[in-house]
């Protein structure tokens, strides 16, 4: 709670005369939203701009949704990169006869020479 609070997402609350933190409705409530939105991939940054959102009146539902469709660009651009990679290792691995001295390992040497990129 004290990293989101450091992040500007949420708000200290404030404490009872005992010294303990109470939190209120609203807080919880904000970080059952955080939660949910890291969930979905956003990063902190971007949680920070749909609350901002969230509470500037003036933004519209086609504001959160052109939101919403970046991050599905950016999760659609990392699939992409991830599947080159793994094509790459299964080649590697494929090429890779499992036997013999790592003075010989095809994956190493590919690695090395750069000709898993």
Request: with cysteine; aromatic share 6%.
């Amino acid at each position: 709670m004290r990293f989101y609070e450091r992040r500007g997402l949420l708000e200290e609350p404030p404490r009872k005369e005992s010294g303990y933190r109470q939190f209120s409705e609203d807080v919880v409530d904000r970080l059952r939203f955080i939660r949910r939105a890291k969930g979905l991939g956003f990063s902190l940054k971007e949680i920070a701009e749909l609350i901002a959102l969230r509470l500037d009146p003036t933004k519209t539902c086609g504001d959160v949704r052109r939101s919403a469709k970046a991050k599905v660009a950016d999760i659609e651009a990392k699939i992409r990169n991830l599947e080159r990679m793994k094509q790459a290792l299964l080649k590697l691995s494929t090429e890779c006869k499992g036997r013999g001295p790592l003075s010989q390992c095809s994956i190493l040497e590919a690695l090395s020479k750069g000709l898993g990129d």
